[in-house]
């Protein structure tokens, strides 16, 4: 398997776009761990490194980094889109605390099975697909339930 590096500049050539110093940085930054993230979080990283890297060529590279599969939008809405790897990782689906944020990954084999049956019916080829269940984490509804009482 190629490495994230090695993927996103096959993708760039692909496309007949250069592997520049600005994106390396971003690159680096993003695959140094493993979490989710915001474009305005990774503009903060960037510059807490001294690396000054602007908001567009951040925006830019992060879409680029979607369609070459090392990335994936998982949060939309009223908040920003956040991103996670994806590259080298298996699939799986996320439950989105709507009152604290926090985002709770899960992987449901059932669920996978029943999409890819559902598409095999409908003689529909799947490329991808993502669930994001919104409601109260453990901990925000145990606070809900307390204050009605």
């Known amino acids: 398997m190629l490495s994230e590096e090695e993927k996103f500049k096959e993708y760039l050539l692909s496309k007949k776009l250069k592997f520049t110093p600005e994106r390396q940085a971003i690159l680096d930054r993003i695959f140094a761990n493993h979490k989710h993230f915001e474009a305005d979080e990774l503009l903060v990283d960037l510059r807490n490194n001294n690396l000054k890297i602007s908001k567009a060529t951040i925006y830019r590279t992060l879409s680029l980094l979607v369609k070459s599969g090392l990335l994936r939008e998982v949060i939309f809405g009223e ?16 439950l989105v605390c709507n009152k604290c944020g926090k985002i709770i990954e899960f992987i449901e ?18 490329e991808s697909h993502r669930l994001q269940i919104q409601g109260l984490c453990e901990d925000c509804n145990k606070i809900e339930d307390s204050a009605k009482r």
Do not use: N, T
């Open 79 to 94: 908040r920003h889109a956040h991103y996670e790897h994806v590259y080298g990782h298996e699939h799986h689906d996320h």
């Open 109 to 126: 084999h059932r669920i996978e099975k029943l999409q890819d049956e559902v598409c095999k019916s409908k003689k529909f080829k799947p």
